[in-house]
């Protein structure tokens, strides 16, 4: 998870990194592969939750509000506003896209507006995480 601050994570990394989380659990419970018990039932016997993706995210929202209180070269990179044209295409997905969505309804702006308040930018934190969503 070195790094995991800056990635982008889409449905299909998302969905790769649940099935790592699993095939990790699995090997330290020692369940092979090949025995027919889902996913539901080795969480169960091992008494988790999925925590991978929700760290991921809480380390991301942590670094993303360090990064937007400090304001230098780094938020305006995490943002977007940088002069120049953009690519042609499909736009690629951002940091902040991801994090609006994780962190509930509201736009971007609201998302960068409440990290400038500390307190309420752990409690959104804190409430997301609680959520696992």
């Not at 609201?110 to 959104?124: F, G, N, T, Y």
Request: hydrophobic share 35%; with cysteine.
């Amino acid at each position: 998870m070195y790094g995991c601050e800056a990635w982008t994570i889409s449905k299909r990394i998302q969905n790769k990194l649940e099935a790592t989380e699993m095939w990790f659990l699995r090997r330290m419970l020692r369940i092979p592969w090949t025995t027919k018990k889902t996913n539901e039932r080795v969480l169960n016997e091992a008494n988790k939750r999925r925590s991978l993706v929700r760290t991921i995210r809480k380390r991301q929202a942590t670094f993303l509000g360090h990064v937007m209180r400090r304001g230098k070269l780094e938020h305006l990179v995490t943002t977007g506003k940088f002069e120049g044209k953009r690519s042609r295409g499909r736009q690629r997905e951002k940091i902040m896209d991801g994090l609006a969505a994780w962190l509930g309804p509201g736009k971007v702006s609201d998302i960068l507006a409440a990290v400038k308040d500390r307190d309420l930018w752990r409690d959104m934190i804190a409430n997301a995480y609680k959520q696992g969503t």
